[in-house]
């Protein structure tokens, strides 16, 4: 179990100086996306690290949703920048490309698949010294800031994979309430629903001690170890969050209360997958968002298709949920009651249904979309969308019941339609 | 909120030597006491440090409740031997005697007091790198594993006090259940009242937000950051744990269900005060076990008189949360309830009484001495007591309510008997 530094409260931002000072940096690499790049949070670091006589170059080119290709051009900048030390703002997207960026950067002499999962990459070892990362979060869903895991697009495939591995994980996160106040409403949904996700997947996933191979030397585990008495409190504690404030986080922008607590559960979430691991909902979720045609998120400002990567995940977890169930229906139950069902009087072997009807019912309060039908998805692309989620064996491997090819069409095939 | 490595199983000791050899230690310094060196958790350590080809030297002069002196010797053999990575096998008084001889022995030409917490010693920060050290505790309660926290007895003052700072944090804790077998009874009840003492005053702690002074720069903060989200998430935690197995821990040596939930408490309470800090139950016991004249606790192996920390600890607990809940009455009444009292009826002005009546009938039921009197206390004690309360402001200030020296007076009368 490994966790993480995060420093938590509003206005933790403007420390963000003293503490690359406190680090001894004096070349920072400050990494945005366009639509941040003028607002408050960049603002705010860029204001502090001037006040502390920090030098830095900002690279705002990251894209949301982030590719091979445009992790390539940031770890381009990162290797002519020389920096000493690196700042990330923004979602999941930045925080990872800038996780990416500090590791090729220290080790130049890689090949960009040489630390890629296996078995798109090689899957090596991390073994050269990163320098120091400051992860400052402006959505609340990824809770990369806790994690050691970089997800991209792997243009080539048209699927999602991504590296991992502990020494990618930010030295720390400054989890400041404040910028959750400049998330549109459905940017607030998308990424709860991210959160949702890593609380329920890490909480059901297959327990550590029954995932194989179990390597016997302790530097070759896999970062997601399966659920363990650590991440699940994580997971719990996220997930009562979740149920507790999402809806008006989603509802009211001023609302700073609920948009602090979902911040903060992000993180949460983030410390419990970020050991325990996700599996199907995200095994599935990377050809939803890597195939998209047409679909456009609205309030996303991006001039390419996009499905957000939380929607991704999340319109497949009643069928999910339905289908692991069996294998751990306390817990399925446990969380259903979490999200509002009545279990009083569940009976067990309903474990999967009823946390499936409590899903619905949170996504249709919601105004979610009706499933991948709403997507642009129909049957005929149930292939294609099977055949990428299986090069993602790291996380599907992590679900307490094995699938078949069979069984991920059925999947895909439930979530056409939710409603 | 900085958290900690931990890796929790059955066994997981064995795997010392090659987490040594994956950080690239040659020469490695073997912490441990005279009771341990021939007990199996020492022996599992040997075993893998030599399986994996790395030398070590023993060093098992660890006094049980360390001193300056104790921690001295340490330092010294430390220095010799030029160690690249250290293992603490055993309980606090082991891993916070390895913790110090790390940290002089990589700053040289420090004086003691140079990093011994202010106002007794000069409390510097810690700027030099320290070599990794594993913590693999045999107790259950002082969560030292995952604290950067060393405490000891300053004999010229006859009180107890400490260094602390994130540096000397372990940099990995092999938290193993099978260590917990060879407690006796007597330990694991009053290395449990540590547990339980650590969860309850994190808890009721002075918010973080309302503690004072609040340096600018992050690097001047002190580790003990008064109670927050996340330190609070650890103490329930473990005090769930501490009423659901203690006493099943304690009356069964071989209940290792209870034994291994115990451990791992310990560890979760030890992040939660490691980082929200303990005040007047642990501030107040200092002294007492600083003063100790002539009691010997059974079942402990020393040539010297001893009251165990966590007994010292525990004895003036009903006191104190009487005289602290009139800050956050509801936290008191919710830990009492955690505890196994009935407070759906209780009134929210009598939480004090009521968590400590919990309190009472939990130690009453485990058989406790019967207050600092049953220790060899008496009234006419009360004054140094008090003094050999004031230097502890480091943790005395994270109380929930200041006191004055009349009562501290009262606090030390209230616990001298207790029912």
Redesign the interface.
Known sequence: ?????????AGVTK?VG??LQ?MGAKNVCLMTDKNLSQLPPVQIVMDSLSKNGISFQVYDDVRVEPTDGSFMDAIEFAKKGAFDAYVAVGGGSTMDTCKAANLYASSPHSEFLDYVNAPIGKGKPVTVPLKPLIAVPTTSGTGSETTGVAIFDYEHLKVKTGIASRAIKPTLGLVDPLHTLHMPCQVVANSGFDVLCHALESYTAIP??MRSPCP????QRPAYQGS???SD??AV?ALQIVAKYLKRAVRNPDDLEARSKMH?ASA?AG?GFGNAGVHLCHGMSYPISGLVKTYKAKEYNVDHPLVPHGLSVVLTSPAVFTFTAQMFPERHLETAGILGANIRTARIQDAGLVLADALRKFLFDLNVDDGLAALGYSKDDIPSLVKGTLPQERVTKLAPRAQSEEDLSALFEASMKLY
Chains 1, 2 share one sequence.
């Open positions: 179990m490994a966790v993480s530094n995060i420093r938590y409260g420390e003293m503490d406190n550590y001690s016997s030397n302790p530097i363990n008495p650590i409190i994580w504690h903060l949460f410390i």
